[in-house]
């Protein structure tokens, strides 16, 4: 038989267990239930939705300048297919020409220092000097889509 005491000691124990209980839940509920706030914003989520980004004239011509003199160093035959085919024959005639004419510049850094923008039959087109007083003419027709002249006089752009 159970004296009163141990009991009172069940007793307690089980209302220590029944409060504890009940906190837990009202816890869970109040601020630990973030999975229908989550469903929710996977229910919203919209796949290759469009969220417009602006970059200005000068960030575009940055980055097809360090993509081209990137490539220049580190990939000579992506950065001679990107030049405009007509310009590429009659400036160079063959990549040999051109790698020399690479190895020529001989400088390891570059920096912008003026371009310009112009729309010329649907293109857009980018002239861009670095600090060595090179021209670089980027014609694009899309995003990091473009062709490159060295110089404008070769050719017309």
């Known amino acids: ?11 307690i124990i089980a209302i220590i267990v029944v409060i504890f209980g ?25 796949v290759n939705e469009y969220i417009p980004t602006y970059v200005s004239d000068e960030s575009m011509v940055k980055i097809y300048l360090n993509d ?8 000579i035959d992506k950065a001679y297919n990107s030049l405009d085919e007509n310009y590429r024959n ?24 003026r371009y310009y923008k112009q ?6 087109i980018f002239g861009a000097y670095d600090q060595n007083n ?15 002249f060295l110089d404008d006089y070769t050719v017309e752009i």
């Not at 469903?39 to 919209?46: P, V």
């Not at 090179?134 to 889509?145: D, H, R």
């Open 1 to 11: 038989m159970m004296n009163s005491k141990s009991i009172k000691s069940v007793v």
């Open 22 to 46: 009940l906190v837990y839940f009202l816890f869970k509920t109040i601020f630990g239930n973030n999975s229908d706030n989550y469903n929710q914003y996977l229910k919203d989520y919209k």
């Open 68 to 75: 081209y003199v990137y490539n220049m160093y580190y990939d």
């Open 90 to 113: 009659e400036k160079f005639g063959n990549k040999e020409n051109y790698i020399n004419y690479v190895n020529s510049l001989n400088y390891s850094t570059y920096n912008l220092t």
């Open 119 to 124: 729309e010329k039959d649907g293109y857009i």
């Open 134 to 148: 090179n021209l670089y003419i980027f014609k694009t027709k899309g995003v990091m889509q473009y062709v490159v």
